[in-house]
Nanobody, 126 residues
Framework: QVQLVESGGGLVQAGGSLRLSCAAS????????MGWFRQAPGKEREFVAA????????SYADSMKGRFSISRDNAENMVSLQMNSLKPEDTAVYYC???????????????????WGQGTQVTVSS
């Protein structure tokens, strides 16, 4: 089992940047594929980015490609999401998620994930 705690959210102007972090408990962090999702008010939770267990493979939602970057540090039990060129439509609660998965596989669907953090609010003002 793994527990996830997100941090780094806040208020930023359009065009700005934020870096979200997700700290994971436990000694088997490298056994988990990780992902970031977000949910805006009145909308369904949507996929943002995902990374394989080793960090060698990543995947992004189309609207985040070129602006967001996911990374992980297995020694520090941490996964991060660097968000650049933020837009007002990026405003949402961002969630970190983990799944005990295959070594090179990427998971893009929220239903595939077993563990979730509590979320961190990102607000982008115009």
């Amino acid at each position: 089992q793994v527990q996830l705690v997100e941090s780094g959210g806040g208020l930023v102007q359009a065009g700005g940047s934020l870096r979200l972090s997700c700290a994971a408990s436990g000694r088997t962090f490298s056994s988990y594929a990780m992902g970031w999702f977000r949910q805006a008010p009145g909308k369904e939770r949507e996929f943002v980015a995902a990374i394989s267990r080793s960090g060698g493979s990543t995947s992004y939602a189309d609207s985040m490609k070129g602006r967001f970057s996911i990374s992980r540090d297995n020694a520090e039990n941490m996964v991060s999401l660097q968000m650049n060129s933020l837009k007002p439509e990026d405003t949402a609660v961002y969630y970190c998620a983990a799944v005990l998965g295959a070594y090179i596989r990427i998971y893009r669907r929220s239903a595939e994930y077993d563990y979730w953090g509590q979320g961190t609010q990102v607000t982008v003002s115009s």
